[in-house]
């Protein structure tokens, strides 16, 4: 048996009655990566003091992609964000559609993307990889679900994040390709796997229904690394889930899912 990928585990999700300091110091114990969601809500020298590798966190603080005022806002935020990441050695920066609030719902919901939306975002995206470009920063571009979790965000499914992406086809930036959100949105996950393989810079996983560890819903997880493994991905996989028992469990039912 082997171990093709690099594993990393969203912190925010597990242990939630512990310090975060607690999470990191057992997520390194067990020998996983971390990750962070908003770094505004650390404490960034506890962060940095933890010995943690941090595979990403979220990349900006406010903005948009596709108006003037937010494609600022979001440039300006994620100016900032590459700081931090500096500071901490994060991986990898995270983006979205437009900023999200309270429960994951954006901050400006829009249900009709136009064509100049569209056009904005490249532009804005482009501008995104002029910044990684010039600070050594690697960002990327996360696919959401709209009917359950994610509802009013725009470029939220796959095929937008891909169209995008792929397009602007530059190094720092890369699709994160979760899975749980395309199970929900698209299904079909191998193939989106192939599609997305040259543009990907993590994957992230859940099952389905409930957003828990891989084992719990009807996700083939193993299937899936298997396949990716086959098609030649060895980047990082990191679990964005809840626990639906043990921590300590569901972090081993991950690890045995992506072991080939």
């Known amino acids: 048996m082997t171990q093709p990928f690099t594993l990393a585990v969203c912190a925010e999700m597990l242990w939630r009655d512990r310090p975060m300091a607690w999470r990191l110091r057992r997520l390194t114990e067990l020998g996983f990566q971390a990750a962070i969601w908003n770094w505004q809500e650390h404490d960034l020298g506890m962060l940095e003091k933890s010995g943690a590798a941090f595979a990403s966190m979220t990349g900006y603080v406010r903005g948009r992609l596709a108006d003037d005022a937010g494609a600022d806002e979001l440039l300006a935020t994620a100016r900032r964000s590459i700081d931090v990441g500096k500071r901490l050695n994060v991986a990898r920066l995270n983006l979205h559609g437009t900023a999200l609030g309270e429960g994951g719902l954006p901050v400006a919901p829009c249900d009709v993307v136009t064509g100049a939306m569209w056009l904005k975002a490249r532009d804005t995206l482009n501008r995104i990889a002029d910044l990684g470009a010039e600070r050594g920063a690697t960002f990327m571009l996360e696919n959401l679900n709209l009917p359950v979790d994610h509802p009013g965000v725009p470029f939220a499914r796959v095929e937008d994040t891909l169209a995008l992406v792929a397009s602007i086809n530059r190094?720092?930036?890369?699709?994160?390709l979760d899975l749980y959100h395309v199970q929900i949105g698209e299904g079909n996950l191998i193939e989106w796997c192939r599609k997305c393989?040259?543009?990907?810079?993590?994957?992230?996983?859940?099952?389905?229904?409930?957003?828990?560890?891989?084992?719990?819903?009807?996700?083939?997880?193993?299937?899936?690394?298997?396949?990716?493994?086959?098609?030649?991905?060895?980047?990082?996989?990191?679990?964005?889930?809840?626990?639906?028992?043990?921590?300590?469990?569901?972090?081993?039912?991950?690890?045995?899912?992506?072991?080939?």
Not at 171 to 176: S, Y
């Open 171 to 176: 190094p720092e930036l890369r699709l994160n």
């Open 197 to 260: 393989q040259p543009w990907i810079g993590e994957i992230q996983v859940a099952d389905v229904p409930g957003r828990r560890e891989p084992g719990t819903g009807e996700i083939n997880y193993p299937g899936v690394a298997r396949a990716l493994s086959t098609m030649g991905y060895r980047g990082p996989v990191c679990m964005e889930a809840f626990a639906s028992g043990s921590a300590d469990a569901a972090l081993e039912a991950f690890r045995a899912a992506f072991t080939i």
